[in-house]
């Protein structure tokens, strides 16, 4: 085994990259990162009938936009290859032949319908289901018989009986399962001549030198298969880290893809706008948790300080909320360029700006999205916070009509109207200037200045600053709302 460390990340091709995939992806990287190891992309491509088109790029594509790099993969194959499980079916023929030769592997020509009727047997009986060994120590004769009556041709591994596998796991510390609770001999080559999972993984991860297997609690029960492969093929086992069960927030069960609260594939936040950097560090403290109360981190400050041993052995808790709260934070970070960049196309997806805008649309719409850069937890929330931008007439809530209704309401708002066809140039420091004299004029300070005219401009009783707000509301549409609000209060001229 290499005296490097080196990790993996293997999926399979069947899919968008889901939440607690991109996790086991982003701590191997992390670790390898932080000891200087070496980073490996592998793709588990064997189940050909869940493989989708794009499955891989797509897989690739995500992990790229999270920030991830890799030093060996199938686009940039080191010594090691191939990297795609399909490449590789020589080399697991090899050792399939040695299994079988030692006696640790044998052929078996069950049927799908015998198979289900030893286990219908066995649940009759309140047994648990298992292999019962039919073709355990069948003679040559018996299996060149199946195979002339062209019976379906597996190969199953030969369980130890009564052997104890114990292992030092990263994450849960010592564990122990006995060969009997394993459920029988299992199949290591399939009958359209593929490996399993379980096979394919020992000889992919030993003849790739892999030092260290981080993957999710969902695998424990895989580990014992394995190592027994391992020992029998004389191989040294990796060392193995499970970590904890990613659960929901709100209801405290296991994450499921049929769990439709909870948005669980990193194509469907990108869709929304979230900035890769948050997601990131969002994944980073699912199951792992750094010294102290700071949770912003940059991915050189995660690879610098994570800590295998600091990775939980308790169910890690996916909070929207909190995930909200971390893009916000580095929404607020970002520059107006790289936010507008976001949020343009959700404005235009809305049909509110034009496909192709022209100079002058573009850079309008980037100064309305610099005014609720600090309010988005991501970028699609644009189109509903700029509503009132895009309504032909006022839209007053009730709210709204209690602070039109005060008894110095309408003099702020008459006053404003009038010096409004002389504000020029028409921006946030005149029309500031502008209020500054409304004040003067009148008296009235405070809410009850600002108050009635953030309503009568923008209907809303809070919002973004009021001067850039009228700035980029623009003159017309605010004569308007101004002279709808007077309206609305009865006194109008």
Do not use: C
């Not at 996790?23 to 869940?50: C, Q, V």
């Not at 069960?253 to 594939?265: A, H, P, T, V």
């Not at 950097?277 to 994944?283: K, Q």
Request: charged content about 30%.
């Amino acid at each position: 085994m290499s005296d490097k460390i080196r990790v993996r990340y293997a999926p399979s091709p069947t899919g968008y990259l889901h939440i607690g995939n991109a996790r086991t992806a982003l701590f191997n990287y992390l670790f390898a990162r932080h000891e200087g190891g070496d980073f490996i992309i592998r793709i588990e491509d064997t189940d050909k009938k869940r493989n989708v088109a794009d499955g891989e790029k797509s897989q690739i594509d995500n992990l790229k936009w999270l920030g991830l790099d890799w030093d060996e993969s199938p686009e940039n194959p080191g010594q090691y290859g191939p990297y795609r499980q399909s490449e590789r079916y020589d080399i697991y023929q090899k050792y399939i032949d040695q299994l079988i030769e030692q006696g640790d592997a044998y052929y078996a020509f069950d049927t799908e319908e015998e198979l289900e009727a030893a286990r219908e047997a066995q649940k009759a009986a309140g047994i648990m289901p298992h292999y019962e060994g039919t073709w355990r120590d069948r003679s040559d004769e018996d299996i060149q018989a199946a195979r002339d009556e062209g019976r379906p041709e597996t190969v199953r591994f030969r369980i130890p009986e009564g052997e104890t596998y114990t292992f030092d796991d990263m994450v849960k510390g010592e564990v122990s399962i006995h060969s009997e609770d394993i459920g029988g001999d299992f199949i290591i080559w399939k009958k359209d001549k593929s490996p399993t999972y379980n096979f394919a993984v020992v000889v992919d991860d030993h003849s790739m030198e892999i030092t260290h297997v981080l993957r999710g609690d969902d695998h424990l029960s895989n580990t014992p298969k394995q190592i027994m492969i391992y020992q029998a093929l004389g191989w040294e086992p990796p060392v193995f880290g499970h970590m904890s069960l990613i659960t929901s927030a709100e209801t405290g069960k296991k994450l499921s893809k049929r769990d439709g609260s909870i948005i669980q594939f990193i194509e469907q936040y990108r869709d929304l706008g979230y900035l890769p950097e948050a997601i990131f560090n969002f994944i980073a403290l699912l199951g792992w948790s750094p010294k102290g109360e700071e949770e912003i981190f940059s991915k050189e400050e995660f690879i610098e300080i994570f800590d295998p041993n600091r990775l939980s052995k308790s169910p890690a808790a996916f909070d929207n909320k909190k995930l909200e709260w971390i893009n916000n934070r580095y929404m607020k970070a970002a520059d107006e360029e790289t936010v507008a960049r976001l949020a343009i196309p959700h404005l235009q997806a809305a049909g509110r700006v034009s496909d192709d805008p022209n100079e002058e649309e573009l850079a309008w719409t980037k100064k309305l999205v610099s005014l609720y850069k600090d309010e988005m937890s991501y970028a699609k929330q644009i189109v509903d916070l700029s509503d009132m931008f895009f309504h032909d007439s006022l839209e007053v809530d009730e709210r709204g009509k209690e602070i039109l209704s005060a008894d110095t309401a309408y003099e702020v708002v008459n006053d404003f109207n009038n010096k409004l066809d002389a504000i020029e140039p028409f921006d946030e420091e005149h029309i500031m200037a502008a209020i500054k004299q409304v004040q003067k004029d009148t008296g009235i300070k405070g809410k009850n200045l600002y108050m009635p005219l953030r309503v009568a401009t923008s209907g809303k009783e809070h919002g973004p600053s009021i001067g850039l707000t009228i700035e980029v509301m623009g003159k017309e549409k605010t004569k308007h709302h101004l002279e709808e609000a007077l309206a609305k209060m009865g006194k109008a001229e």
